[in-house]
């Protein structure tokens, strides 16, 4: 079910309590020399759409807002970004427009890694401020289904990252018409410390300010060479996979504040 298509009707007829609102997060940014700019929130939202699907008649997807946090982006053409600021102003906005109308359960579905701090303070944030009546949680869906994503890879450490072998596969599963496999180009990044990583699946412990440029000339990280519209089918399928697990788990997490100290 997708919200914007949504009468009011409609609307007024959810259950407040059970029905799981998301909210897609993602970025408009350079995705290297082959992929589209709007790569992160056309996933997020696919891929919320496809386990909205699977879970018929009890999540439904908000529109995402197409921008995010991408400042370490802006030395390439196109990248367009949102201060930390305004992002999380937007997001506090959707949601207390949701708990205005009752809403229960928001999650915020993020596809960008850049946003990931901003979802953690945000779930804290939001979670605090409408304790009792609303639950809220987000997350990051590349980490969610990390294990998954890990069996299929072919690429060593370093090899997804951004425009990698995962994202560019996913795309072409997608969007096969906005990809330029022939301009791809591949980095294996080298951070400069090993307590840094650019995996996708890693993370790193040491947060810091990582500027994509000095990472990577052309702006990927990672070996989008391995990528293909099958191992884009079996990644994307992969994640719905974990993102309905995980949705009909939290679909039963309490929201009230009863008996709780
Ligand atoms: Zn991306």
């Given at each position: 079910m997708r919200y914007e298509e949504l009468s009011q009707l409609q609307v007024d007829a959810l259950d407040r309590e059970k029905t799981v609102l998301v909210i897609p997060l993602g970025s408009v940014e350079q995705h290297g020399h082959h992929m589209p700019l709007g790569t992160d929130t056309m996933l997020a939202y696919a891929l919320c759409l496809a386990a909205a699907a699977q879970m018929e008649g009890q999540v439904v997807v908000l529109?995402?807002?197409?921008?995010?946090?991408?400042a370490h982006h802006m030395r390439f053409p196109g990248s367009i970004t949102l201060s930390h600021t305004t992002l999380m102003a937007m997001v506090e906005d959707i949601v207390a427009s949701l708990a205005q109308h009752g809403f229960g359960r928001v999650l915020l579905i993020n596809g960008h890694g850049g946003n990931g701090g901003v979802v953690d303070v945000l779930a804290a944030v939001l979670g605090k401020r409408h304790y009792g009546r609303m639950r809220i949680a987000g997350l990051t869906y590349f980490a969610l289904a990390a294990p998954a994503i890990a069996r299929l890879r072919r690429s060593r450490e370093g090899g997804m990252g951004h425009a990698c072998e995962f994202e560019t596969s996913m795309i072409m599963h997608l969007r096969p018409d906005l990809v330029a496999a022939d301009r791809a180009q591949i980095t294996y990044p080298?951070?400069?410390?090993?307590?840094?990583?650019?995996?996708l699946l890693k993370g790193s412990a040491v947060k810091t300010y990582l500027d994509f440029k000095d990472l990577s000339p052309h702006g990927?990280?990672?070996?989008?060479?391995?990528?293909n519209p099958e191992m884009g089918a079996e990644f994307f399928a992969a994640v719905v996979a974990e993102l309905v697990r995980f949705m009909e788990d939290f679909a039963r997490w309490p929201i009230t504040a009863e008996n709780r100290t």
């Open positions: 529109p995402p807002p197409w921008y995010g946090f991408s080298d951070p400069g410390s090993a307590y840094l990583s650019t995996d990927t990280l990672g070996d989008p060479s391995l990528a």
